[in-house]
């Protein structure tokens, strides 16, 4: 079966797809199509075996993808890229690309509307809280947040339980008076505090937790409550963002960048209630000022529109799996086989955090032998499996294993940490 | 010819490809394959005609994709568009999407890097500038200038010839002493003053003008110097940057929001002369603040890198062109057909600005007949060239093209409004 034409395409997919996924190999389908942008002939060839009964649609990874374990920028839904794909060079017929769109037209009104009325589902967030999609990311709201919500003089607190917290409490220094009431950094930050004993300012307009630390897997299952009736929760949720419900009435305001749970980096979300809106400090820059991006619906100034166009294909996604609540049952199931492989390998991995804290996201280990951590790292790779390895500031290896991880690579990388501690225990 | 297999694909584009270009059409090819994700057989259908004669590629726009004149997101350059589809799914065999990569592993930092040395070649900028890419757009430059350029008690000077140089002396009145030496608005910013007569600050730290103004299609085609000898030129490129060649050594810096000429929205380039870097007002953000991305080569935190990979395909098809000499050819051939449609209008469309600095880019015309626009507009819109109403602030049309609008997009939209007046004159 050939065909030739005079013509030209631009579909360049179809030669590698239908090989791309493992599932698809006792059918042994081929196809190729010839990319000329030359006015010379293109040629097809395809080539199938007659059908076989149907099969299930096993749960794997395509041939050529690999298991990506990377903190951030992160693996994303298979079916969101390939949608994403499939529409990048005309979205639904409108004779453009997504990145080309007026972000003041019609379509882009309706993705940017949509993916808020998608996300507004998700946490189930009240119309009195604003859902903004900013950019520069959670490092920009270390200084937002404060230049919102306080004045030069006002006392904040900040419960660092990790490196993003510490910083996030270092920019605020430059815009209010705000006060580390607890430091995880001396037990190398392994837990979360008792909240009971917490001692927080009397006055604290508001009260900062980093929900999720990213680089030492240290995770909040309860949040704390301010103890200024006047003062707000205030969270930095960039790394375990829509992974699980959240109740938002508990916090004045949520960040996170997109880049971990929900979409490629470059956008950030924040939910803030609207009643703390409209403060900001008169050094802010307007780019900062959460009043600006309320009142324009995140369009004050052109908004990062591709980057907000897939969050919105992550929350429509999240909504078809059945909302939050099933996400997090994924992700329970897959953050457990993970650490009880660790757990049960007698040693030979480890994993620092408090077990009632441990991160669903982020998992951190250490090898009991530190000098075979190359090998590990290599192994994995070949076996691709890649981005395992730790922060640079704490060592050892990461697995970040958010939303978009399929189980079955979840499954894939316990199957292998087994296999490598038999052959080197 | 016809096949069908019991798997599954998703080549979503092949059905649509063939269809998408005008020049196709005489051969009627014609291929259909259809998508399924259950394990239910998909079949493939291919149509072709015998191979006529080589015919040359005819520079035409294909049949479903529109003539967009938007003045930013705007249109981009349809082989940057097919080979980002392309590549979106699994990136140069790395098993993964650029959106998914981690910004600090190797496959990114090829990626940023060569978008940076594209970006230096095109520009022939000096090893003494830094090149920034960072996130916000145009508006966080607004704040980010004199916060790195300024203290407090400085004077600055701002020459305003439209809405943007408005804004960004409006910000800077937050961190310093910025003084307006000229300002164009009472003749509703149709001109460039001369540069003799201006009256600049003897102290002052820097001279801003908006090197093309979007809304009001104001271009310097000359840059003023700064009569005081430690003072530099400050520009904002955002609308016409990389559409013509500049010597970056006149100016202390460089700003420009990639989403007309470059990239989509999301990346904002900083192109920013070294002994400059390094005093940031302490109340700047560090993310605002040029020292912190310098040193950290864009990479401080995590970048909008599926932006900057788009700019870097932008970058490099522009070099594929010859480079910014053989682009601005391209663009006086354009611009200078539908200025000539409107000059020989008598009078049935008008463009306010005068002839001297009239912008490459944004070209605003009225009609005589202000009644006609809406249906103007209309007919445009039904020969699918879009985008071409004039902004909030003006009124009339503003036709947008930008280096990645087609000759052939000029030449469709003069033969319209030739036509458009022979009908209603």
């Not at 507004?120 to 200084?143: K, M, S, W």
Request: net charge neutral.
């Amino acid at each position: 079966m050939a065909a030739t034409a005079s013509t030209t395409s631009h579909s360049l997919l179809l030669q590698k797809t239908p090989q791309n996924h493992a599932f698809l190999k006792p059918n042994s389908t081929t196809f190729t199509l010839t990319y000329q942008r030359s006015p010379k002939p293109f040629s097809i060839s395809c080539s199938a075996t007659t059908p076989t009964q149907d099969r299930p649609l096993v749960q794997s990874q395509p041939q050529d993808r690999v298991f990506n374990f990377a903190a951030g920028p992160a693996t994303l839904p298979e079916n969101v890229l390939l949608k994403a794909q499939s529409e990048l060079y005309n979205w639904h017929g409108s004779g453009m690309s997504v990145m080309e769109m007026s972000h003041r037209g019609k379509d882009f009104r309706s993705i940017i509307e949509k993916a808020e009325a998608d996300l507004r589902a998700l946490l189930n967030i009240p119309e009195d809280y604003a859902v903004l999609f900013l950019q520069g990311g959670a490092t920009t709201q270390f200084a937002a947040v404060p230049l919102n919500l306080s004045r030069p003089d006002d006392t904040v607190d900040y419960l660092v339980t990790g490196s993003w917290g510490d910083k996030a409490f270092k920019e605020a220094q430059k815009y209010c008076k705000p006060k580390v009431i607890w430091n995880g950094k001396s037990e190398k930050y392994v837990r979360v505090p008792s909240f009971d004993g917490l001692e927080q300012s009397p006055n604290a307009k508001y009260l900062h937790i980093c929900a999720n630390e990213t680089i030492y897997g240290v995770e909040f299952k309860e949040y704390p409550v301010p103890s200024n009736p006047n003062g707000v929760l205030v969270a930095d949720m960039s790394s375990n963002f829509c992974s699980k419900p959240v109740d938002v009435t508990r916090f004045g305001l949520i960040y996170a960048g997109a880049q971990k749970n929900v979409g490629p980096a470059g956008v950030c979300i924040v939910i803030v209630r609207k009643d703390l809106i409209g403060n900001a400090q008169e050094i802010s820059p307007v780019m900062l000022d959460y009043k600006i991006h309320a009142e324009n619906n995140s369009l004050y100034n052109t908004p990062p529109c591709f980057g907000i166009y897939m969050c919105g294909l992550v929350f429509e996604d999240l909504l078809k799996q059945g909302g939050l609540e099933e996400v997090e049952k994924k992700n329970k199931k897959k953050a457990g086989i993970l650490y009880n492989a660790i757990d049960e390998s007698k040693g030979f991995y480890r994993c620092p955090v408090e077990k009632s804290v441990r991160s669903l996201m982020n998992v951190p280990f250490t090898l009991e032998k530190p000098e075979l951590e190359a090998e590990f790292l290599k192994e994995a790779d070949r076996e691709k499996m890649v981005q395992l390895k730790g922060h640079r500031s704490v060592g050892g290896m990461r697995a970040s294993i958010y939303n978009a991880m399929p189980l079955a690579g979840v499954e894939k990388l316990v199957a292998f940490m087994k296999d490598f501690q038999a052959r080197h225990a």
